[in-house]
């Protein structure tokens, strides 16, 4: 009797688990090379291809959350000179637009192949007063290019694989969890650790380091395996080294500012991801953001949240 009552208990336990582990959320990575130049124009198709495949149920972008204010204050006259005529026209419209959220929950749960011109602007303009850039970009590319997207190569991620993604999966939105709120401060330990670089062999090895990457990828390219190539820890770590300033042979002031300020970053990015994930509840999430992000934001979701399942694109 007692041996039927332990197995029954390690049945029930060992389903339990199989069952907790068929539910457990997971985050798959994708690393992307932001614009491509003309001649892997196509770079972006298997990368599609594949995403379609995993179906996700949630999309993060690299854009920065309409709440954080702290980026925004920054941004708003920062390096892009989008994110600066964004913010003019959302700060605009916050004081002259009459939204009404339930027009924009009405408008917005249409069939993306019903909504007419007017809905689109309606809904472009409601996602630049949220100061939502993520979703003023899908929005817009909507509106240009139609339900199946450009029918050219746009060269860049969101236009080739971020918004054809979204469309062709339903999603009405994207999630944007992008962090800029010490990128001034990166960029300017950035120029000082280039500086100290000169004479100490660090920007020799950086020369080195980029050469090789870059070497490494024209056959990738030529084959339009470059996504492919892109996403293989080596690449990846190519990347990171390089973006973290972990090349260096001689550790600087500058380099240490600026390596503090990247993995900052990708702290805050992998903390915006994560928190939404959890109260989400979604299953199968993906990440498309800059390659040389991908191996920090790894570090950080092992590292802080454990319970969240990391996956990246050459290792799915």
Request: charged share 25%; proline share 2%.
């Amino acid at each position: 009797m007692k041996t039927q009552i332990t197995f029954l208990i390690v049945f029930i336990l060992s389903i339990s688990n199989l069952s907790s582990q068929e539910n457990q959320q997971e985050i798959l990575i994708i690393g992307t090379m932001h614009t491509v130049p003309k001649i892997v124009k196509n770079s972006y198709k298997p990368m599609l291809r594949f995403a379609k495949k995993y179906k996700p149920e949630a999309i993060y972008v690299e854009s920065p959350m309409a709440n954080d204010s702290i980026s925004w204050e920054y941004l708003k006259k920062g390096w892009s000179k989008g994110y600066q005529k964004f913010y003019k026209l959302s700060d605009s419209l916050q004081k002259t637009f009459n939204y009404n959220d339930g027009k924009f929950n009405a408008t917005i749960r249409k069939d993306f192949s019903s909504m007419s011109d007017d809905d689109l602007d309606y809904l472009i303009k409601s996602f630049i007063y949220k100061r939502d850039n993520g979703n003023y970009e899908l929005y817009t590319y909507l509106k240009k290019y139609g339900v199946n997207g450009s029918k050219n190569p746009t060269r860049h991620e969101d236009g080739d694989l971020t918004y054809k993604l979204a469309l062709a999966m339903n999603h009405k939105k994207v999630i944007n969890m992008d962090d800029q709120q010490t990128n001034k401060e990166y960029h300017l330990a950035w120029n000082k650790c280039s500086k100290e670089g000169a004479k100490n062999g660090n920007n020799t090895a950086n020369s080195k380091l980029y050469k090789k990457s870059y070497n490494s990828a024209i056959l990738p390219a030529v084959f339009r395996k470059l996504g492919k190539h892109t996403n293989k820890r080596k690449s990846l770590q190519q990347l990171h080294d390089m973006a973290s300033f972990s090349y260096v042979i001689k550790d600087t002031e500058g380099c240490k500012e600026g390596r503090k300020y990247f993995d900052e970053r990708n702290m805050r990015m992998a903390k915006n991801i994560a928190e939404q994930i959890l109260v989400s509840k979604k299953t199968k999430n993906i990440i498309i953001v800059g390659a040389a992000h991908v191996i920090g934001l790894e570090k950080e979701f092992k590292k802080n949240y454990p319970n969240l399942k990391v996956i990246l694109m050459n290792e799915y």
